[in-house]
């Protein structure tokens, strides 16, 4: 009996896609787009130079700066979600009293919390904390972005914005400190420092500001500076 031998048959291997990595994926996304151009190009301080009654009050030191940024940037995150959640429930006819009761809400969830768990620093940052129901940029992006986008998307967009005026006032609040008092985050920098009282008062933030605004405006020399209350 002949034996019949079989050649091997090959096995074809697919070949897959390489990995992207993460950090070349991430800046591709719609999401990460959005964070980013909220951060720099739609600064509400440098670049839409919105806020300025916060900005001007709550800067004359570091932490207060940034206590009133992250504030803000809560109220701002947990508005801008609610909103886009119920964007297909609220009457168009109504929407913006509506949008002003659910930041309403908000503020004053983490107005409790602040006087509940930090009261000093609620205490210094006095009435700003309320003040972010008017803020402009507050309700600006959720009739403009959350009422026509998904909660994810609008969480992110919120979180850039916030991000940029914490960011912002957080730089006022450093300078103002340390030229005002000579200390950073109440740490004693500087000892036998001259206070600046300039930098203390309003009129110091508002010297300040009109200086990162030209530094911002000369770093991105094709973006517009807008104006608001």
């Not at 096995?11 to 720099?40: F, M, N, Y």
Request: hydrophobic fraction near 50%.
């Amino acid at each position: 009996m002949t034996e019949v031998k079989t050649a091997a048959i090959p096995t074809v291997q697919h070949a897959s896609a390489p990995a992207i990595p993460l950090t070349q994926r991430l800046p591709q996304t719609k999401g990460w787009k959005e964070l980013v151009r909220d951060i720099w190009d739609d600064n509400p301080t440098f670049r839409m130079i919105l806020a300025m009654c916060p900005t001007m009050g709550a800067t004359n030191m570091a932490i207060n700066g940034m206590a009133q940024g992250l504030a803000t940037l809560i109220a701002t995150v947990a508005s801008s979600v609610t909103v886009a959640a119920l964007r297909n429930i609220i009457p168009s006819e109504v929407r913006l009293p509506s949008y002003m009761i659910i930041i309403a809400f908000w503020v004053t969830i983490v107005d409790i919390f602040l006087r509940a768990y930090l009261p000093p620093l609620s205490a210094a940052l006095g009435p700003y904390v309320p003040l972010i129901i008017t803020n402009c940029f507050v309700l600006g992006r959720a009739e403009a972005f959350a009422s026509q986008n998904s909660p994810g998307l609008s969480a992110l967009d919120a979180l850039g914005v916030g991000l940029g005026f914490t960011m912002s006032l957080t730089l006022l609040g450093i300078v103002r400190e340390l030229l005002g008092f000579g200390s950073l985050f109440g740490i004693q920098i500087f000892s036998g420092w001259t206070p600046w009282v300039v930098m203390i008062i309003p009129a110091g933030a508002f010297l300040l500001v009109g200086l990162y605004v030209g530094i911002v405006k000369h770093f991105s020399p094709g973006g517009q500076i807008g104006g608001g209350a």
